[in-house]
C-alpha cells in the first residue's frame, strides 16, 4: 500500500473558526478524518480584530480536530478573506531563445513572473497567480506547452491580492499554536471542494456567505476570471434586526433564522416575538424587510462586479451558494432574480468520511483547502510543493517574523 499525507485545513471566520484534518491518498483519494470547531470571538468582517480571543478559540477546535483524527496538528495551510482582497486579469510574454529545442518548465515559471510583474494597490502582495490560458506563436488555448516548439510564449492569468500587513497579522496571530505552510483565498479553496470540471468550463459563479463577508469566484472556460470580497454577511442582518428592534444579538438571530426571509412577506401578515426578559414583536413583514434590504444590497454588490468585468453573459452554468449563511430562507430565489441566472446547491467533490460534513455548507472552504493542496501537488510533483509555498509565506512576513 503506498504513503498517504495528511494536510490540515484552517478557516477563520467571523462566525466560526473550523479546523479539518484530510488524508490525501497515493491513489488521490482524499478522506476526511476529523473536523474541529468553535464560535468565533475577535473577527469583525472576516479579518482578526482580536488575536487574544482568536486564540482561545483557535486553541479549542485544534483540540477538537486532534481528537477526532487521533492526530497531532503542527502545520496548517490558512484560507483568508476580507475587503482589502481583489482579483484581476494579467498577461505575461516572453521571447524563446533561438537555440532551444522546447518549452520548459523554467518557461513557463518565467512567463508567470512576467504576468505577475504588475504595480499592486500600496502595501498590497501577491496570494495567488492563477493560470486562465497559455499562448505559442499566436495559437490560443493551450493546456501545456511544455514539450512544445515555439518562439513566444504567452500566458493569461487571474491575479488574487491582498493587503500585506493584514494578511501577516493573520499569520502572526496563529503561529503561537501552529506553522502556516500556505494561504489561500477562501472562494478559491470552496471551489476546488464545489465546482466540477463541466461546471468550470461551461461558466460557473460561486458566491460565498459567511457571517462577516461575502466572497466570490467566477470560472469561465475552466478558469478563474474574476473574484473578490464584499465585506457584507449574514451577522450585518442580524445587527440590523438587532438596531431596528433594540434587541440582543442572540434575540435577532434567532428571529432572522425561526421566522426571517429575504424574500418579502406574500401570506396574511402576523406578529412574531423575539422572547428574551426585554420582549419585541414585529410583523413577518417588517422583518423581511429588514433582512431583504441587506441581502439585496450585498447580492447587487456582487453583480454589478461580475458585470463590470464583462463576465455575466459567459456564466452558462448558473450560480454556486455556499456558506452558513446561504441557508437563509428565500435565498435562492432572490439570487435567481438579482443575478437572471439559476442557482443550484452546492455539492461536494467525491471524498471519503462521515457524510455530515459535505453537507454542511460551512465545511467548504476547509475542506476545499485539502482539494487545493492535492491539486498543486498533482500539478508540480517534484517541486517540493510546501517548501515552495513556505518560501512564499517567508516574503509576505518579512523580515519582522
Not at 490560458?133 to 487571474?158: C, T, W
Not at 466570490?216 to 474574476?226: F, L
Not at 424574500?263 to 412574531?272: A, K, L, N, R, S
Request: hydrophobic share 40%; proline share 3%; with cysteine.
Amino acid at each position: 500500500m503506498g504513503s498517504s499525507t495528511i494536510y490540515v485545513g484552517l478557516e477563520i471566520g467571523t462566525s466560526k473558526v473550523c479546523v479539518v484534518v484530510g488524508e490525501v491518498r497515493s491513489d488521490g483519494a482524499i478522506k476526511i478524518l476529523g473536523i474541529g470547531q468553535h464560535a468565533s470571538a475577535g473577527v469583525r468582517k472576516g479579518e482578526i480584530v482580536d488575536p487574544t480571543m482568536v486564540q482561545t478559540c483557535l486553541q479549542d477546535a485544534l483540540a477538537r480536530a486532534e481528537d477526532r483524527a487521533s492526530v497531532n496538528i503542527g502545520n496548517v495551510i490558512l484560507s483568508l478573506t476580507g475587503g482589502h482582497i481583489a482579483g484581476f486579469n494579467s498577461r505575461g510574454s516572453i521571447r524563446v531563445a533561438d537555440d532551444q529545442v522546447e518549452i520548459s518548465y523554467e518557461d513557463l515559471e518565467e512567463v508567470r513572473k512576467n504576468a505577475c510583474d504588475v504595480p499592486l494597490p500600496q502595501d498590497h502582495a501577491l496570494i495567488h497567480s492563477l493560470i486562465q490560458s497559455y499562448y505559442l506563436d499566436g495559437n490560443s488555448r493551450i493546456p501545456n506547452p511544455v514539450g512544445m516548439l515555439g518562439q513566444k510564449l504567452e500566458a493569461d492569468f487571474h491575479l488574487i491580492h491582498g493587503v500585506k500587513s493584514r494578511i501577516q497579522n493573520s499569520i502572526r496571530c496563529i503561529r503561537d499554536e501552529v506553522h502556516v505552510d500556505e494561504i489561500v483565498f477562501a472562494p478559491y479553496a470552496a471551489a476546488c471542494a464545489l465546482l466540477n470540471r463541466d461546471l468550470k468550463m461551461g461558466g460557473v459563479l460561486l458566491i460565498d456567505i459567511g457571517g462577516g463577508t461575502s466572497d466570490y469566484i467566477c470560472y469561465v472556460d475552466g478558469a478563474p476570471v474574476a473574484s473578490g470580497c464584499v465585506p457584507i454577511g449574514g451577522e450585518h442582518i442580524t445587527g440590523d434586526i438587532a438596531h431596528v428592534l433594540k434587541i440582543t444579538n442572540a434575540r435577532a438571530e434567532k428571529l432572522k433564522i425561526t421566522y426571517g426571509s429575504v424574500t418579502p412577506w406574500q401570506g396574511e401578515d402576523e406578529i412574531v416575538s423575539s422572547g428574551g426578559d426585554i420582549n419585541k414583536e414585529v410583523s413577518r413583514s417588517m422583518l423581511n424587510q429588514i433582512i431583504n434590504a441587506r441581502a439585496v444590497e450585498m447580492l447587487s454588490v456582487i453583480q454589478k462586479r461580475i458585470e463590470d468585468a464583462g463576465c455575466m453573459q459567459k456564466i452558462g452554468r448558473g450560480i454556486v451558494l455556499t456558506g452558513g449563511s446561504s441557508l437563509m430562507n428565500g435565498l435562492y430565489e432572490l439570487t435567481e432574480k438579482i443575478f437572471g441566472l439559476p442557482v443550484q446547491k452546492a455539492d461536494s467533490e467525491a471524498m471519503s468520511g462521515p457524510a455530515a460534513f459535505f453537507e454542511n455548507p460551512q465545511c467548504a472552504t476547509p475542506i476545499g483547502i485539502i482539494r487545493y493542496i492535492q491539486m498543486i501537488d498533482a500539478q508540480k510533483p517534484k517541486r517540493g510543493i510546501l517548501r515552495r509555498l513556505g518560501s512564499r509565506i517567508e516574503r509576505i512576513l518579512g523580515s519582522g517574523r
